[in-house]
């Protein structure tokens, strides 16, 4: 299996450290899919950097609408143009600190689709829903309904309290929700639910990357603080197992 390394770099990062950055990814393992997800006005000068290579650039939200009066949107097909392949979809903090539902992601992925982008769909439950057992059932739920009905492209599990926190589930508690997941996106999808890829999301880091790749179904990791330094972005690519 080929894992997708993702670095989000969040609201993070400058015009003048593109080039340096995009220099130092060319050393990542073939053997990995990398994507870098910098903020809109660096899309264009990061698709321009790693032009040639098979490192892709994506974006971190688009509108549901295709075009409009969306004051301080992007569209869709305005970040395929700048040379996007993929979107993050659903992230927690969009979630949280911009009150997305489940229906504003799905709408969302639509038209991501439509206009020809790739989409990473987060999920993730919050420590009270965990410490309250309801871990499974929420991502679930995001799972049925933060999807169109028909989808392709990546999903993301991202535990909201081991985001930016250092803290991570267990491996056992990562395995159960990946199968849980897996489960799931085969029932909502019978035809092509077995093969849409399941990233991990939350404080990933070198030190733990290769113990959380070599889970099953784990099919690679979304990656935000430690992204913003190509040496450990390229230590967790480096970390994926060589299956
Ligand atoms: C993220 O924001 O998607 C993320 C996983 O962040 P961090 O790696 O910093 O926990």
Redesign the pocket.
């Known amino acids: 299996m080929r894992r997708m390394i993702a670095g ?1 770099w ?1 609201m993070n990062g400058a015009l003048g450290g593109v080039a340096a950055y995009a220099a130092a990814l060319q050393a990542a393992p073939r053997r990995v899919d990398l994507a870098v997800f910098p903020p809109f006005p660096l899309l264009a000068p990061f698709a321009a950097a790693l032009a040639g290579s098979a490192i892709a650039v994506g974006a971190q939200d688009c509108h549901a609408a295709p075009s409009g009066a969306h004051t301080g949107d992007v569209a869709a097909s305005l970040i395929a143009e700048c040379g996007a392949r993929y979107v993050i979809l659903g ?1 927690s903090e969009r979630r949280e600190n911009h009150g997305e539902t489940n229906a504003d992601v799905a709408a969302k992925v639509a038209t991501a689709l439509a206009a020809g982008l790739v989409p990473i769909v987060c999920v993730g439950e919050t420590e009270s829903q965990r410490d309250a057992g309801e871990a499974e059932d929420v991502v679930r739920t995001q799972l049925r309904h933060s999807l169109p009905e028909i989808f392709s492209g990546l999903l993301a599990y ?1 535990p909201v309290w ?3 926190t250092g803290r991570t589930p267990t491996e056992a508690e990562v395995t159960a929700m990946h199968a849980a997941i897996r489960a799931e996106l085969r029932i909502i999808f019978p035809a092509g639910g077995a093969a849409i890829p399941i990233l991990y ?4 880091k070198p030190a733990n990357a290769a113990a959380l790749l070599a889970l099953p179904e784990v099919g690679g990791a ?5 992204s913003l330094n190509a040496a450990d972005f390229l230590a967790i690519a480096a970390a994926a197992p060589q299956d």
């Open positions: 989000n969040k992230h991202e081991a985001i930016g999301g939350g404080s990933v979304l990656v935000g603080g430690a």
